[in-house]
């Protein structure tokens, strides 16, 4: 049965290590007969929340503020699987990523509750090191205080320079994770 999937990549670098992640996970995904929609947050209009509780008023524009969120809210609502994807940027994700996460606060403002919608989900990410722990926390967290379930994590270190990532094991694991979702 195939799934909806949809990927934050908060990412700067178009062509990254993260992007290779993606392609990679996207590749697999798509083979499973998934529909994948990827936004490279980093060339869009996104703002900060300004943390006012004025949304969830309207389910199709959840948020008061109107960008590029417009876009993606649509998406996510339908979405099955949300796969966050960054660099490592000071033992987190980045700024990018978790920008376009807390606006998605809005959807949860819809529920009476503050429920936040049922999803699974998936980290990908790129570093120049290997300390992910503070990520994996977050993360983790993350999943458990929003009701999710973690489909799988990949996490590929070392990789700094546009290009490090080639020939990494990280690739085959990023493929086989988008592969299996859906089987």
Known sequence: M?????????SPRKNGN???LIREFTK???????????????GMNVNGC????????????????????EKIYPVYKEADIVVLASPLYYWSISGQLKTAFDRLFAVAECDPDYRNPKKESILLMAAEGNGFEESLYWYDRLEKHLGWK???????????????????????EAYELGKIIGS
């Not at 004025?54 to 590029?68: L, R, Y």
């Open 50 to 69: 300004k943390g006012c509780f004025g949304g969830g008023k309207n389910s199709d524009s959840p948020c008061v503020q109107k960008d590029d969120m």
């Open 150 to 172: 973690s489909l799988g994590k990949v996490l590929c270190g070392g990789v700094m320079a546009i290009g490090d990532i080639k020939d990494r094991p990280e690739l085959a």
């Open 18 to 20: 993260t992007a290779g």
């Open 28 to 42: 697999g995904a798509e083979s499973a007969g998934n529909i994948v929609t990827e936004f490279f947050l980093d």
């Open 2 to 10: 195939s799934k909806k999937i949809i990927i934050l990549n908060g």
